[in-house]
Structure formats: C-alpha cells, structure tokens
C-alpha cells in the first residue's frame, strides 16, 4: 500500500474512531514506548520493554473474559471472589520478532497453549510467504492472541489471521507494539472480526515500507541481529 503522509495522515484519524482498533495509551506503556524507540536502547532492555508491553496489552486484550463466583477460604474468613470462566487461550507469535512477545503474555496467562506462524517478506512484491505453521490441537476452542511487534503493511498478520480461520478459530485478537495507519486500515478491512490492540498508531510507511518514526526492526532489536 502506497500513499501519502497526509493520505496516511487521513487514515489515521479515521481507524482511530474504530471500535475493534484499541489504542493502550497507559502512561507507563507510553513512557516504555519511548525508551524502545530511542536508538541507543540496549538489546537486553529492548528485548524486556517488548516482554513487559505485551504484559500490559494482555490485560486490555482479556478484559471482556467472562468471570465465575467462586467461595475462597482466607487465613480470616470465607471470600466471595470470582475467577475466569473457563476460557482458554492460545499465544500465536508470527516469527519471529513476536516470540519477544510470548514471554510477557505467559506471565500473565501461564495455562496459555502456544503456536507459531512463520513467515517471511519478499524483498520486491513485500507480500508474505509461510515457512511454517502449527498450532495447538484444540486451537479452534480458544481465543488466540496474535503477537507481533510491528504492524506494517498488515501482510503478515493478514496471512495469520486466514490461516487461523482456516483452522476454525473464532475469536482472534492481534497484539502489536506500534502500528502503521496502512497496516492496520488492511488488517481491519481483511476480517470483519478481528480486534487489534497497539501501543502507537504512528505517522506512515515509507518506500521501504517501514514505519515512521517507528523503531526500527523489531526482530533485529530484540535478538541483536543486523
């Protein structure tokens, strides 16, 4: 997708009235953000900002989890308190910059089953190929949260999302750390039910079709590759 920063500029306020697109504009997301954009930020704390955003996402992203009552002994006296409802869930990285995701989401979803999409980008039409797929047996049964640093183009996460509807899943929920208007726009467009939840909405792509301002490549970033 190739258009101009104002045709971006556009697209931005109009994804942003969304419903499925939610913005995590915490201020500890926000400040986190900051550090992770920033060149001279380590590989080691690049790679734990990554973990700890996700984290955050997660909670926004299983807010709507329906609860259960439940009764709980306490050292002092029986407590009215609730736990979820039984829903299960799967992590779905797309590799492999969203593996630096996968930890963050564990922590707070340790029962969470994990699969993995792999894909690569070619370098002239920039449209996704798949090397390699697999999910958890009973992926169709759980609510997949799809992780990838960087929304793009949407290519990748476009791939993901058929791949998994193909599997039979229903509720598909994509976690990215920063968003680009053209990429999410796609992504939206593409599944009329997917939710999409993002730290940043920035400015545009530009002809290598990374995103302004950006952070640089993610999976690079995280893993100390060049």
């Not at 926004?60 to 869930?89: H, N, Y």
């Not at 797309?94 to 792999?118: K, S």
């Not at 999910?135 to 791949?163: H, I, K, N």
């Not at 593409?190 to 290598?208: F, Q, S, T, W």
């Amino acid at each position: 997708m190739s258009i101009t920063p104002e045709e971006s500029a556009a697209l931005k306020t109009k994804i942003l009235q969304n419903p499925r697109l939610h913005l995590i504009d915490h201020p500890m997301v926000q400040h986190k953000l900051a550090i992770l954009r920033d060149k001279e930020t380590s590989c080691k704390q690049f790679r734990e900002l990554v973990r700890e955003i996700a984290l955050f996402e997660g909670y926004e992203a299983t807010r709507d989890f329906p609860l259960r009552d439940v009764k709980v002994e306490t050292p002092i006296a029986w407590s009215d308190c609730q736990m979820i409802a039984g829903k299960k869930v799967a992590v779905i990285p797309i590799l492999r910059a969203g593996l630096g995701m996968v930890d963050g989401l564990l922590d707070l979803i340790p029962a969470a089953r994990v699969g993995h999409i792999g894909l690569y980008r070619d370098p002239m039409t920039r449209e996704p190929h798949t090397y390699y797929c697999k999910f958890p047996p009973d992926v169709d049964q759980r609510t997949c949260l799809v992780v990838d640093p960087m929304l793009a183009t949407g290519g990748s996460l476009v791939a993901a999302v058929e791949y998994l509807r193909q599997a039979n899943v229903k509720d598909i929920r994509i976690l990215c750390v920063l968003g680009a208007p053209e990429g999410i726009a796609r992504v939206l467009d593409a599944d009329p039910d997917v939710n999409i939840y993002v730290g940043a909405v920035d400015e545009y792509l530009n002809e290598r079709a990374y995103i302004v301002p950006g952070l640089g490549d993610a999976g690079d970033r995280i893993f100390g590759t060049v």
